[in-house]
Protein backbone atom coordinates (compact mmCIF):
# COMPACT_ATOMS: atom_id res chain seq x y z
CA UNK A 1 0.00 0.00 0.00
CA UNK A 2 1.22 3.46 -0.74
CA UNK A 3 1.97 5.80 -3.82
CA UNK A 4 5.69 6.46 -4.51
CA UNK A 5 7.22 9.47 -5.12
CA UNK A 6 7.93 8.67 -9.03
CA UNK A 7 4.10 7.12 -9.01
CA UNK A 8 2.84 10.44 -7.52
CA UNK A 9 4.61 12.20 -10.16
CA UNK A 10 2.63 10.05 -12.59
CA UNK A 11 -0.84 10.17 -11.06
CA UNK A 12 0.11 14.19 -11.22
CA UNK A 13 0.65 14.02 -14.89
CA UNK A 14 -2.18 11.51 -16.00
CA UNK A 15 -5.00 13.37 -13.80
CA UNK A 16 -4.39 17.02 -13.12
CA UNK A 17 -6.15 17.96 -16.44
CA UNK A 18 -9.24 15.62 -15.30
CA UNK A 19 -9.11 17.33 -11.64
CA UNK A 20 -8.52 20.59 -13.16
CA UNK A 21 -11.62 20.67 -15.42
CA UNK A 22 -13.86 19.50 -12.58
CA UNK A 23 -13.25 22.25 -10.81
CA UNK A 24 -13.41 24.40 -13.22
CA UNK A 25 -16.82 22.85 -14.35
CA UNK A 26 -17.99 23.99 -11.01
CA UNK A 27 -16.31 27.64 -10.32
CA UNK A 28 -15.59 28.96 -13.47
CA UNK A 29 -12.95 30.55 -12.63
CA UNK A 30 -9.18 28.82 -14.09
CA UNK A 31 -7.32 30.59 -11.74
CA UNK A 32 -9.28 28.88 -8.07
CA UNK A 33 -9.30 25.80 -10.21
CA UNK A 34 -5.40 25.89 -9.93
CA UNK A 35 -5.59 26.67 -6.51
CA UNK A 36 -7.46 23.70 -5.76
CA UNK A 37 -5.97 21.34 -8.15
CA UNK A 38 -2.72 22.21 -6.57
CA UNK A 39 -4.55 21.77 -2.99
CA UNK A 40 -5.77 18.60 -4.04
CA UNK A 41 -2.54 17.06 -5.20
CA UNK A 42 -0.76 18.01 -2.09
CA UNK A 43 -3.29 16.21 -0.11
CA UNK A 44 -2.45 13.72 -2.54
CA UNK A 45 1.42 13.80 -1.37
CA UNK A 46 0.86 14.31 2.48
CA UNK A 47 -1.66 11.06 2.54
CA UNK A 48 0.04 9.12 -0.35
CA UNK A 49 1.68 6.10 2.38
CA UNK A 50 -1.88 5.83 3.19
CA UNK A 51 -3.71 5.28 0.03
CA UNK A 52 -3.69 2.26 -2.26
CA UNK A 53 -2.76 3.69 -6.26
CA UNK A 54 -6.05 2.28 -7.54
CA UNK A 55 -8.33 4.11 -5.35
CA UNK A 56 -5.94 7.54 -6.16
CA UNK A 57 -8.07 8.73 -9.18
CA UNK A 58 -11.71 8.43 -7.48
CA UNK A 59 -9.84 10.03 -3.41
CA UNK A 60 -8.84 12.76 -6.19
CA UNK A 61 -12.11 13.59 -7.62
CA UNK A 62 -13.76 13.74 -3.97
CA UNK A 63 -11.08 15.84 -2.41
CA UNK A 64 -10.85 18.44 -5.19
CA UNK A 65 -15.17 17.94 -5.05
CA UNK A 66 -15.17 18.47 -1.80
CA UNK A 67 -12.49 21.79 -1.10
CA UNK A 68 -14.29 23.05 -4.28
CA UNK A 69 -17.86 22.85 -2.39
CA UNK A 70 -16.43 24.59 0.79
CA UNK A 71 -14.90 27.40 -1.03
CA UNK A 72 -18.36 28.05 -2.71
CA UNK A 73 -19.59 27.62 1.18
CA UNK A 74 -17.02 30.18 2.72
CA UNK A 75 -16.99 32.91 0.29
CA UNK A 76 -19.96 34.58 0.77
CA UNK A 77 -19.30 37.52 -1.06
CA UNK A 78 -18.23 37.29 -4.58
CA UNK A 79 -18.83 39.91 -7.40
CA UNK A 80 -20.17 39.13 -10.77
CA UNK A 81 -19.29 41.10 -14.22
CA UNK A 82 -22.47 41.19 -16.82
CA UNK A 83 -22.10 42.95 -20.09
CA UNK A 84 -24.93 44.58 -21.11
CA UNK A 85 -25.38 46.24 -24.70
CA UNK A 86 -21.68 47.52 -24.27
CA UNK A 87 -22.24 48.84 -20.83
CA UNK A 88 -20.39 46.72 -17.54
CA UNK A 89 -22.71 46.28 -14.98
CA UNK A 90 -21.08 45.10 -11.50
CA UNK A 91 -23.70 43.24 -8.89
CA UNK A 92 -23.16 41.67 -5.82
CA UNK A 93 -24.62 38.71 -3.89
CA UNK A 94 -24.29 37.69 -0.57
CA UNK A 95 -24.78 34.45 -1.13
CA UNK A 96 -22.74 32.45 -4.20
CA UNK A 97 -25.03 29.55 -3.80
CA UNK A 98 -28.12 31.04 -4.80
CA UNK A 99 -26.06 31.97 -7.64
CA UNK A 100 -24.66 28.94 -8.47
CA UNK A 101 -27.94 26.89 -7.17
CA UNK A 102 -29.29 26.18 -11.06
CA UNK A 103 -25.70 25.62 -12.37
CA UNK A 104 -25.03 22.99 -9.75
CA UNK A 105 -27.71 21.00 -10.46
CA UNK A 106 -26.92 20.60 -14.00
CA UNK A 107 -23.55 19.68 -12.95
CA UNK A 108 -24.77 17.27 -10.25
CA UNK A 109 -27.16 16.25 -13.04
CA UNK A 110 -23.70 15.61 -15.17
CA UNK A 111 -21.97 14.20 -12.39
CA UNK A 112 -24.78 11.45 -11.51
CA UNK A 113 -24.81 10.74 -15.47
CA UNK A 114 -20.66 10.54 -15.73
CA UNK A 115 -20.64 8.42 -12.27
CA UNK A 116 -23.15 5.63 -13.89
CA UNK A 117 -20.50 5.82 -16.96
CA UNK A 118 -18.29 5.29 -14.37
CA UNK A 119 -19.87 2.22 -12.98
CA UNK A 120 -20.90 0.73 -15.65
CA UNK A 121 -17.30 0.98 -17.52
CA UNK A 122 -14.55 2.34 -16.31
CA UNK A 123 -12.54 2.77 -19.98
CA UNK A 124 -15.96 4.00 -21.33
CA UNK A 125 -15.60 6.93 -18.33
CA UNK A 126 -11.94 7.82 -19.40
CA UNK A 127 -12.33 7.94 -22.91
CA UNK A 128 -15.91 9.93 -22.95
CA UNK A 129 -13.70 12.54 -20.29
CA UNK A 130 -11.17 12.59 -22.57
CA UNK A 131 -12.90 12.93 -26.16
CA UNK A 132 -15.67 15.52 -24.45
CA UNK A 133 -14.16 17.66 -21.88
CA UNK A 134 -10.68 17.52 -22.93
CA UNK A 135 -11.46 17.48 -27.03
CA UNK A 136 -8.88 14.83 -27.51
CA UNK A 137 -8.72 12.94 -31.06
CA UNK A 138 -9.64 9.12 -30.90
CA UNK A 139 -5.89 8.90 -32.11
CA UNK A 140 -4.86 10.82 -29.50
CA UNK A 141 -6.97 8.80 -26.98
CA UNK A 142 -5.35 5.85 -28.25
CA UNK A 143 -2.10 6.84 -27.89
CA UNK A 144 -2.83 7.88 -24.52
CA UNK A 145 -4.96 4.93 -22.91
CA UNK A 146 -3.17 1.65 -25.14
CA UNK A 147 -6.12 0.67 -26.89
CA UNK A 148 -6.43 0.80 -30.56
CA UNK A 149 -8.24 3.32 -32.18
CA UNK A 150 -11.30 1.31 -33.48
CA UNK A 151 -11.71 0.14 -29.66
CA UNK A 152 -11.60 3.83 -28.59
CA UNK A 153 -14.26 4.00 -31.45
CA UNK A 154 -16.52 1.11 -30.33
CA UNK A 155 -16.00 2.27 -26.85
CA UNK A 156 -17.47 5.63 -27.48
CA UNK A 157 -19.96 4.73 -29.31
CA UNK A 158 -21.08 1.58 -27.07
CA UNK A 159 -20.99 5.02 -24.49
CA UNK A 160 -22.97 6.55 -26.41
CA UNK A 161 -25.93 4.46 -27.39
CA UNK A 162 -25.94 3.53 -23.46
CA UNK A 163 -26.59 6.83 -22.31
CA UNK A 164 -29.08 7.31 -24.60
CA UNK A 165 -31.28 3.93 -23.32
CA UNK A 166 -30.81 4.68 -20.07
CA UNK A 167 -31.34 8.44 -19.52
CA UNK A 168 -34.09 8.74 -22.11
CA UNK A 169 -36.07 9.76 -19.62
CA UNK A 170 -34.19 12.86 -18.46
CA UNK A 171 -33.39 14.00 -21.58
CA UNK A 172 -37.55 13.93 -22.49
CA UNK A 173 -38.02 16.31 -19.28
Given at each position: ?40 FLKLYSYRDRIEEEKAKGWMLVVSYNKTCDWLRR ?99
Amino acid sequence: MGISEEKFRELHEKYKNLILRQVYDMTKDYYLAQDICQETFLKLYSYRDRIEEEKAKGWMLVVSYNKTCDWLRRNKKYYEIVEKNSDVVVSSAENPLEYHAAEMDNQNRCLHILRAVREKNEDWYEMLILFDYFGMSKKEIAERTGFPVGTVDTYLRRCKKWLKARFQDVKEK
